[in-house]
């Protein structure tokens, strides 16, 4: 193998696995604030969009936050929507634009989530 090729797999492999682990790091960071008021974010739950028939871990400032994403993607009144962009799930709310980047709902990650940001766990059904 020449020195070249060396040299790119070198190079390669460290960008490749940066860059897997890039949409879980921006998933958390944007979990910080909440899609209503950007207030610091105080608890992380799993909200379930029936469109897509997936759940996802969303953060807000407050428990009436919960009921009103989830009532909102329930009702398909599109106050607040949930895309792909770039391989990567987004809410957001369309008043204000504020979005946060979403990571499928597991145990594991809304732990790691909830300790990153202190927030607590909050199961609904709505």
Not at 2 to 26: E, Q, V
Not at 31 to 40: E, I, S, V
């Amino acid at each position: 193998m020449s020195g070249k090729s060396i040299l790119f797999i070198c190079i390669m492999i460290p960008l490749i696995i940066y860059l897997l682990s890039k949409s879980d790091k921006n998933a958390k960071k944007s979990q910080k604030y909440c899609l209503k008021d950007r207030k610091n974010t105080l608890y992380s739950f799993c909200i379930q969009d029936p469109n897509l028939n997936n759940g996802f871990i969303v953060s807000a400032s407050s428990i009436d936050m919960i009921t009103e994403i989830q009532t909102s993607l329930n009702n398909n009144d599109k106050k607040y929507v949930i895309y792909m962009d770039n391989d990567k799930y987004i809410i957001k709310n369309t008043y204000n634009n504020n979005e946060q980047i979403l990571v499928i709902c597991d145990n594991k990650q809304l732990k790691s989530i909830m300790d990153k940001y202190k927030t607590q766990s909050i199961y609904s059904s709505i």
